[in-house]
């Protein structure tokens, strides 16, 4: 299984973002999908997750900026970040099962 994380990168505070996770080796679509985040000197927190029939479940923190989505036929989850904060900065990892994207960093600063 092998997930691949992209679309960090740095934007201004309130600005918008768009991760993708694309997934090999894996029936993708009868798996929820999750996605974390880890900022500098902090434990790995959960930010949201979509369950395989499209519930989304949020972290406190993110709902109602950030959205979690799907494509199955692409095997590809999306989390689209807006009104960004400094507090948004960390490395976003994906996550099915047991399985760890490698992280793409999303820096929040102006």
């Known amino acids: 299984v092998q997930l691949q994380a992209s679309g960090g990168g740095l934007v201004q505070p309130g600005g918008s973002l768009r991760l993708s996770c694309a997934a090999s080796?894996?029936?993708?679509?009868?798996?929820?999908v999750g996605w974390y985040r880890q900022a500098p000197g902090k434990q790995r927190e959960f930010v949201a997750r979509?369950?395989?029939?499209?519930?989304?479940t949020y972290a406190n923190s993110v709902r109602g900026r950030f959205t979690i989505s799907r494509e199955n036929a692409k095997k590809t989850g999306f989390l689209s970040m807006n009104s960004l904060e400094p507090e948004d900065t960390a490395v976003y990892y994906c996550?099915?099962?047991?399985?760890w994207g490698q992280g793409t960093l999303v820096t929040v600063s102006s």
């Open positions: 080796g894996i029936n993708f679509s009868i798996f929820s």
């Open positions: 979509i369950s395989s029939g499209g519930t989304p």
């Open positions: 996550n099915i099962l047991s399985n």
